[in-house]
């Protein structure tokens, strides 16, 4: 089956848990159309370059995905009625990275380094 990096931004004023939420249903849509999802990351609550639909801020979703074209068309299209997310990209790709994606990396880089002086 082909595989997926698919990121997602919702809105700043919805909460961590309903993000949550939002994921494990898209998710569920992968999963019942014949799918899997590899991994699953919340990069947290972050700053835009610019204005989307009056948000300023947004929070950003990773999810690798094994499926077939159908179940990620699927997905997609729910995305677009749901009004909680602001906007989506999915990228065919070779293999999937191992580990933390980079955006976790540049996180965990940060907290090592210890409070600013």
Known sequence: MPLYEHVFLARQDVSAQQV????????????????????SEYWGLKSLQFRIRKNRKAH????????????????????????????????????????PSAMMQKRDDRERRGPRR
């Open 20 to 39: 949550e939420d939002l994921t494990k249903t898209l998710s569920d849509v992968i999963t019942s159309n014949g799918g899997s999802i590899e991994k």
């Open 60 to 99: 950003f979703t990773l999810l690798n995905i094994e499926a077939p074209a159908s179940a990620v068309t699927e997905m997609e299209r729910q995305m677009r009625i749901n009004e909680d997310i602001l906007r989506f990209l999915t990228v065919r790709v070779d293999a999937h990275e191992e580990g």
